[in-house]
C-alpha cells in the first residue's frame, strides 16, 4: 500500500527514525479537509515508545475536529534541525513521515499522561505541568496516531 523509498540510498534506519520522533518536538499533521484540501497544521507531540503510538492535543472544536470528524487517516511529517558541514553551504536534515490513523482518547488518565508528557518536552516544571492540568485539562482533546507506515530519509540540499 505504501510506496517503497525512491532514493533508498538516503532512507534512515527504523531506530533513527524513532529517534527523531522522539526528540524533536514539532511536526506537521496533515488531514483531509471537507473541501477536499489537504490540512497541514503544525503540532507538538509525543512519541510513545511503549506502544509506538503518536500523541497530540488539541481544541475539542475546529478545524482539526471537523477534519478527523471526516477521514481518520493522517500523515505526520517531522523534520529535524538540520545541519551545515564546514565550508558547504546545504544543508543536510532528516526527516521522518508517518502514516496512519487516528482516533480521539476518552480514558482521563491517558489524557493526563499525555499532556504531562507534553509539557515536559518543553519543562520540568511541576508547579507550572499542574497549573495546565487543573485549569486547561478539562477543555483538552487528546488524539492518537496508530503509525500504519514511518519512513525517514536524509537530505542534503544542493
Given at each position: 500500500m505504501f510506496?517503497?523509498?525512491?532514493r533508498?540510498?538516503q532512507q534512515?534506519?527504523e531506530?533513527?527514525s524513532i529517534?527523531i520522533?522522539?526528540?524533536?518536538?514539532?511536526?506537521?499533521l496533515s488531514?483531509?479537509?471537507d473541501?477536499?484540501y489537504?490540512?497541514?497544521?503544525?503540532i507538538?507531540?509525543?512519541?510513545?515508545?511503549k506502544?509506538?503510538?503518536?500523541?497530540?492535543h488539541?481544541?475539542k472544536?475546529?478545524?482539526?475536529?471537523?477534519c478527523?470528524k471526516?477521514?481518520n487517516?493522517?500523515?505526520?511529517?517531522?523534520?529535524?534541525?538540520?545541519?551545515k558541514?564546514?565550508?558547504?553551504w546545504?544543508?543536510?536534515y532528516q526527516?521522518?513521515i508517518?502514516?496512519?490513523?487516528?482516533?480521539?482518547v476518552?480514558?482521563?488518565?491517558?489524557v493526563k499522561?499525555?499532556c504531562?508528557?507534553?509539557?515536559l518536552?518543553f519543562?520540568?516544571?511541576?508547579?507550572?505541568?499542574?497549573?495546565?492540568?487543573?485549569?486547561s485539562?478539562?477543555s483538552?482533546?487528546?488524539?492518537e496516531?496508530?503509525?500504519?507506515?514511518?519512513?525517514?530519509?536524509?537530505?542534503?540540499?544542493?
Amino acid at each position: 500500500m505504501f510506496k517503497a523509498m525512491r532514493r533508498f540510498k538516503q532512507q534512515l534506519s527504523e531506530e533513527k527514525s524513532i529517534e527523531i520522533l522522539t526528540n524533536e518536538p514539532h511536526g506537521v499533521l496533515s488531514l483531509m479537509s471537507d473541501s477536499g484540501y489537504p490540512y497541514g497544521v503544525p503540532i507538538t507531540h509525543w512519541y510513545d515508545e511503549k506502544t509506538g503510538h503518536i500523541y497530540f492535543h488539541g481544541a475539542k472544536e475546529g478545524h482539526k475536529m471537523d477534519c478527523l470528524k471526516r477521514c481518520n487517516k493522517a500523515s505526520f511529517c517531522v523534520i529535524d534541525k538540520g545541519f551545515k558541514k564546514d565550508g558547504e553551504w546545504a544543508v543536510h536534515y532528516q526527516s521522518v513521515i508517518v502514516f496512519g490513523k487516528i482516533q480521539m482518547v476518552h480514558d482521563p488518565d491517558k489524557v493526563k499522561e499525555i499532556c504531562t508528557e507534553l509539557c515536559l518536552k518543553f519543562t520540568n516544571d511541576q508547579d507550572y505541568i499542574d497549573h495546565e492540568l487543573k485549569y486547561s485539562g478539562p477543555s483538552v482533546q487528546c488524539f492518537e496516531l496508530i503509525p500504519e507506515h514511518i519512513s525517514g530519509k536524509i537530505v542534503k540540499e544542493s
